[in-house]
């Protein structure tokens, strides 16, 4: 087996190992824009789930069932009273969309598209700052500000990963045959 024979074996396992990651990323971002557009239904649809009935008071459930109580209701009746508010939630899941869009660059030229994963990571990264700081603003409680850093947490694990085997490709593809 001629030695190049190996590196090229090696390139596309790393592509292969890429996209992969890639792949779960874009699909977090795409689930997460998508989810943003019916945000009424899925909080009366989980409280629900949860064991709430429509008219139940936040007071008579757990803390968490509470806080999903307490934001259906603001969002029907923010819904009900200043529909156009809702365009912001739309606009936040096209933003997710077109976000995932942008890492279709690195899905086909992950070298040449490194700073797209480099942005992402960033971008993970002052979700945490962003929580921590709204948050209590917006009245949001600790526990689901958590939550919300989470997202950055999580987010950048498979990021980095794929940051780390893309400068792996691109040393592979700069070392003569």
């Known amino acids: 087996m001629h030695p190049s024979d190996s590196r090229y074996a090696e390139a596309d396992t790393l592509r292969r190992r890429i ?17 943003a557009f019916p945000v009424q239904t899925e909080l009366a649809w989980l409280t629900r789930l949860l064991g709430a009935a429509p008219g139940d008071a936040p007071e008579a459930h757990g803390v968490l069932l509470r806080w999903l109580i307490t934001v259906r209701e603001g969002v029907e009746q923010t819904n009900r009273a200043y529909p156009f508010l ?26 040449r598209n490194e700073w797209v994963v480099t942005w992402g990571m960033m971008a993970c990264v002052a979700v945490v700052p962003l929580a921590l700081i709204a948050g209590p603003i917006r009245e949001i409680p600790f526990w689901w500000r958590l939550i919300d850093c989470s997202f950055g947490v999580f987010g950048i694990i498979p990021l980095w990963i794929a940051r780390r085997w893309i400068r792996e490709l691109a040393r592979l593809e700069s070392r003569p045959a």
């Open 86 to 111: 809702a365009y912001g939630t739309d606009w936040l899941a096209f933003a997710h969309l077109v976000i995932a869009l942008l890492f279709v660059g690195p899905l086909r030229d992950p070298v």
């Open 19 to 35: 996209r992969i990651l890639l792949w779960l990323f874009i699909i977090g971002l795409v689930l997460s824009g998508v989810t």
